[in-house]
């Protein structure tokens, strides 16, 4: 579980940061962080598959194996072992194989809730977070004063900016492209 939390968290700030991510060109490295993370899961998820097909069949076969057992202590200590009592031991194993084999189910269940229940009481323990207000901005946040803008194309396209009229004049032609400063 904690490898899975792990590449949940990782994924979750790839895509929180995605804009970021592809700014900076970062792809590859996040790519290969993710790649990683996701084969350390699956080797983990494949020894977690391994052992519990090991621990069914040794539940699944526990019964049988109880039975034998305690029907070869009867015959070991030199009593006559009679259909009646064979019965009533196979009966009394067969009772206990439901639960046997639902045993595993139960204790991974366990294990799951008390994970949950700890992260829940993590999180509501947790201190309240502080609403960020956006701000207030008074004046204008970008502010260019006295510049010069050409194309390269171009010289004549020219646009002047005027701080005393806080205003753009000029021309623009549709049919160019290719902004410089």
């Given at each position: 579980l904690a490898l899975r939390d792990e590449r949940s968290k990782l994924m979750r700030e790839l895509v929180s940061g995605i804009k970021v991510i592809k700014l900076h060109a970062w792809e590859l490295a996040f790519g290969s962080r993710v790649g990683s993370?996701?084969?350390?899961?699956?080797?983990?998820?494949?020894?977690?598959?391994?052992?519990?097909?090991?621990?069914?069949?040794?539940?699944t076969c526990t019964p049988t194996l109880v039975a034998v057992a305690m029907l070869g202590a009867h015959v070991l200590q030199?009593?006559?072992?009679?259909l009646k009592t064979a019965m009533t031991v196979l009966s009394a194993v067969n009772l206990l194989r439901s639960p046997i084999v639902f045993l595993p189910l139960v204790l991974q269940s366990v294990q799951e809730a008390s994970?949950?229940?700890?992260?829940?009481?993590?999180?509501?323990?947790?201190?309240?977070?502080?609403?960020?207000?956006?701000?207030?901005?008074?004046?204008?946040?970008?502010?260019i004063d006295d510049a010069d803008f050409a194309w390269a194309a171009a010289?004549?396209?020219?646009?002047?900016?005027?701080a005393a009229a806080n205003s753009l004049a000029g021309s623009i032609?549709?049919?160019?492209?290719?902004?410089?400063?």
């Open positions: 993370s996701r084969r350390a899961e699956v080797a983990a998820m494949k020894i977690v598959a391994w052992l519990r097909a090991v621990l069914a069949a040794l539940f030199g009593r006559m072992l009679s994970l949950s229940l700890g992260r829940l009481a993590r999180f509501l323990a947790a201190e309240e977070a502080s609403p960020i207000s956006p701000g207030n901005l008074p004046t204008v946040g970008i502010a010289t004549e396209h020219t646009l002047h900016t005027d032609d549709e049919d160019e492209a290719g902004f410089v400063l």
